[in-house]
């Protein structure tokens, strides 16, 4: 065959049997002159491949051949997109009556409403397109709508709608409600007591020293806003004047309160004290030190290890002690007794007042005769004693000397002893017997306002007609 037989054959198969190209108004004119193949010098695809056909790359210009359409630069069969449930043709496009929707064409009642797709990145009114599905918008912690709109009394932060305008709450804009001030986005209330705690966060917007996360300290006001006053261990050292009939509290280490602790104050478990009666000081010991109280100002002046002054109690488990007053009783005005009660026996000591100093008298074993037993404390439960030599108070309602058998009715003295839940009394010079308990609750001191409660009395003592308890820590 002559190459002008060839050209003739092929220009008569397209002239008879080629459809003609269509070019609608809503498509790029493909190539006329072109074959069912085109095959353009210029434009995609780039590496000269086949364009145009049925799942071929769209030719330059977004072209395809006759009936076909470029859907995403792929040519396509008109009937492969814009339908219901097909996918979406070019430009997200649908035929009428549907939208496109997560790529696909549904129904314009199929997407757009709360929790359906997008219609084409529209949603219904008051809901919003968030990861192509309508969620509602809008309301309290919802997402804001478009523009960053929110309900009333609601203000989008963070792409949310939050409560605003009160206090701790983001300004509604640059509004707060009464009260309160717009501070660097946030409404605060205003701190009438400049105690850095706004009203509305701070319990008492009129006391500065009352405000969230203050240090509770011992001043009978409830500093932490926690509803409790004084509450841990913020009063350590309880004094119950004979004056006033009732209890004042302290700070065990007032200085600490005021971030400077002493150096000389307890910093564990008190166990027992020796006080001084006419040097007003006493002696409070732990398990291994030892610190002495200027009973009338309450301040630590001393401190040392606990064996240094009495070497007796070295190895020993001491809980529990109290002194006589020097002087009682005919005795030597200048030498104070004291008995300390360990676990292994009862070390009695004396102190010297002009020397200042501690000594060693005598040892005695654990007591197994007290009596009446029935009257007695167990000894290892003795959690505080004192000696009261005078009973001026009548805490003790019967004579502790009746104890002893005789015809006097003199009151006093008598050692007080704390144990378990109850007040023991132990008649203190002339027959060292027992009368009859009661309840902690029920002895007198303790029913006045302001009383140390019994689970953190940890040492006792009396002095100059006070009784002062020292608290556990
Ligand atoms: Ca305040
Ligand atoms: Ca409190
Ligand atoms: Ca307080």
Request: proline residues 7%; glycine residues 12%; contains cysteine.
């Amino acid at each position: 065959m002559g190459r002008a037989m060839f050209a003739a054959i092929v220009a008569n198969v397209f002239a008879c049997t080629g459809p003609e190209p269509v070019t609608p108004s809503d498509r790029p004119a493909r190539d006329a002159t072109a074959d069912t193949i085109v095959t353009p010098t210029d434009g995609a695809p780039p590496d000269g491949a086949a364009c145009g056909g049925e799942a071929q790359p769209c030719c330059v210009g977004s072209m395809c051949n006759a009936t076909l359409v470029c859907e995403v630069n792929v040519c396509r069969a008109q009937t492969t997109c814009g339908a219901d449930m097909q996918p979406c043709c070019v430009g997200s496009s649908c035929r009428s009556g549907f939208v496109c929707a997560s790529g696909t064409c549904r129904p314009t009642t199929a997407c757009g409403g709360l929790s359906q797709s997008c219609c084409s990145g529209a949603c219904e009114s008051g809901l919003r397109c968030l990861a192509d599905r309508c969620e509602a918008c809008g309301g309290a912690m919802q997402a804001c709508c478009g523009g960053g709109a929110c309900g009333t009394s609601l203000s989008c932060v963070a792409d949310r709608c939050q409560p605003c305008g009160g206090v701790g709450q983001p300004c509604c804009g640059s509004a707060c409600t009464a009260g309160t001030e717009c501070t660097a986005g946030t409404c605060r209330g205003v701190d009438r007591d400049m105690d850095g705690s706004p009203a509305g966060v701070d319990c008492d917007d009129a006391n500065p020293l009352r405000a969230p996360g203050r240090r509770e300290i011992c001043d009978g006001v409830d500093n932490n806003c926690n509803t409790t006053i004084d509450d841990g261990n913020a009063c350590g050292l309880w004094v119950h004047t004979a004056a006033s009939g009732s209890w004042a509290a302290y700070a065990l280490d007032p200085m600490a309160e005021t971030g400077a602790p002493s150096p000389h104050a307890p910093t564990t478990a008190v166990r027992f004290v020796l006080d001084i009666e006419s040097l007003a000081i006493a002696y409070v010991f732990t398990d291994t030190t030892h610190h002495v109280l200027d009973v009338r100002t309450r301040q630590w002046t001393a401190s040392g290890p606990r064996d240094a002054i009495i070497a007796q109690l070295a190895g020993r488990e001491a809980f529990g002690g109290y002194t006589v007053p020097a002087g009682h009783a005919g005795g030597n005005p200048n030498l104070e007794g004291g008995a300390i009660l360990t676990t292994t026996g009862v070390i009695n000591v004396q102190f010297d007042i002009a020397m200042r100093r501690w000594s060693f008298l005598s040892e005695a074993p654990i007591p197994t005769d007290w009596a009446p037993a029935a009257n007695a404390p167990m000894y290892s439960s003795i959690r505080a004693a004192w000696l009261d030599i005078g009973n001026a108070d009548n805490w003790v309602t019967f004579s502790p000397m009746s104890l002893c058998m005789t015809t006097t009715t003199r009151v006093g003295p008598y050692a007080g002893v704390l144990s378990g839940d109850r007040v023991f009394f132990f008649e203190a010079g002339s027959c060292n017997r027992w009368g009859p308990p009661v309840s902690f609750a029920s002895f007198a001191p303790f029913t006045r306002a302001g009383s140390p409660p019994l689970a953190r009395v940890a040492a006792a003592f009396f002095q100059a007609g006070q009784l002062v308890i020292v608290g556990t820590r």
